[in-house]
């Protein structure tokens, strides 16, 4: 018997709604569907969180109604549906989790929670039945993590960032450089015509085990920034395309490092990679080569899985049902849900 889920996903500042469908030892995706508010967090330079709920309470029906037909199909059609429960912003978690919650009691269909960093993780596996235990990088605005994952459920957390996340140290450079928010994408632009050699910033905590600290690089750059200008603290734009590669070489030298270290110290044969971050290109190239290497085989989702979507959420949410699984209406929503407790 196939099995059809609907999943939302607003733990920041997209809206998405995703349907998939497992059968015969199949997942396909019916349908993913994002409403971004990139452009109207842009002009704050960062997510508003008012704003943020108040745009997924406006966007998500329309959003269901939009994944429904794109899979054609009627609500009737869901056997389950799925909602992250955390981490991410309170007020934006609520809108489509209650959503969620309430779709399911009034269909009569179970209602499974996920934690939107496990939504991360296994989106490298997305479409296919199978799971493999490997070593996940997992680099998003929020975290950092470094994960041995053994099998759906089973996961150990090896390193996590003792400061800023990747993504967070890419967004609060990029705002100091003067450029768009998201700073992430923008950095990776620029860094497109620098030298990543023309400044040398630190690769903060490389002898020091699988944990991370991104702050003291953002303050390399800060400095490096007052040096250029000192009257005024801000770059030079002749500057830019080379503060921008400089930075990122050093985030990525630290990130590949590490996710070696940790695969030599599991014995996985097998790496992931997955979060905003790990769109970059410039990463994935580095993180591959490293790979190719060591005879590591890598697997890292498409662009549009790796940053925030509901594919990921109901693809866990999926996982969990096919198990049995499913969760009180009565769970409440968690902005600092932990998917592994530390050590
Ligand atoms: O996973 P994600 O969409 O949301 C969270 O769960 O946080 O990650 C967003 C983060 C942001 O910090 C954004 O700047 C970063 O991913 N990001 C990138 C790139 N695209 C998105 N960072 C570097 N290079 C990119 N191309
Ligand atoms: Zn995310």
């Given amino acids: 018997m196939p099995t059809t889920l609907l999943a939302i996903e607003s733990s920041c500042d997209e809206t998405a709604v995703a349907i998939l469908r497992h059968d015969h030892g199949k997942v396909d995706?019916?349908?993913?569907?994002?409403s971004s508010q990139i452009d109207i967090h842009r002009e704050f330079g960062g997510v508003v969180p008012e704003l943020a709920s108040r745009n997924h309470s406006l966007h998500l029906r329309p959003l269901i109604e939009i994944a429904l037909k794109n899979a054609g199909i009627t609500i009737d059609a869901i056997d389950a549906f799925g909602a992250t429960a955390g981490p991410g912003l309170a007020s934006s978690l609520l809108v489509g989790n209650t959503t969620a919650k309430s779709l399911a009691l009034s269909a009569g269909k179970p209602f499974i929670s996920v934690n939107h960093m496990e939504g991360h993780l296994l989106s490298?596996?997305?479409?296919?039945?199978?799971?493999?235990?490997n070593l996940a990088l997992i680099v998003s605005g929020g975290h950092t993590l470094l994960i041995h994952m053994k099998d759906f459920g089973d996961y150990t957390l090896l390193g996590s960032t003792r400061d800023d996340a990747a993504g967070e140290a890419y967004d609060k450079v990029g705002k100091m450089l003067g450029l768009p928010y998201p700073g992430g994408p923008e950095i990776e632009k620029q860094a497109r015509s620098g030298s990543p050699t023309a400044f040398a910033f630190p690769r903060s905590m490389m002898k020091d085990g699988l944990h991370f600290s991104f702050s003291g690089l953002k303050t390399a750059v800060l400095y490096q920034l007052e040096k250029l200008d000192p009257t005024q603290g801000k770059a030079p734009a002749d500057a830019i395309p080379d503060l921008c590669a400089s930075f990122q070489q050093a985030v990525i030298d630290v990130l590949v490092h590490?996710?070696?270290?940790?695969?030599?110290?599991?014995?996985?044969?097998?790496?992931?990679?997955?979060?905003?971050?790990?769109?970059?290109?410039?990463l994935r190239k580095a993180m591959q080569k490293a790979c190719d290497d060591r005879?590591?085989?890598?697997?890292?989702?498409a662009p549009a899985l790796s940053t925030d979507n509901a594919a990921m959420i109901a693809f866990v949410a999926l996982h969990s049902h096919l198990r049995g699984h499913s969760s009180s209406l009565h769970e409440d929503i968690n902005p600092n849900l932990q998917l592994i407790a530390a050590p």
């Fill in 258 to 282: 590490k996710t070696l270290l940790a695969a030599e110290q599991c014995g996985e044969r097998l790496i992931t990679l997955s979060g905003g971050v790990s769109c970059n290109q410039a």
């Fill in 124 to 133: 490298p596996f997305l479409g296919q039945q199978d799971l493999h235990s």
């Fill in 29 to 34: 995706t019916l349908a993913s569907e994002i």
């Fill in 295 to 301: 005879g590591y085989e890598l697997r890292i989702a």
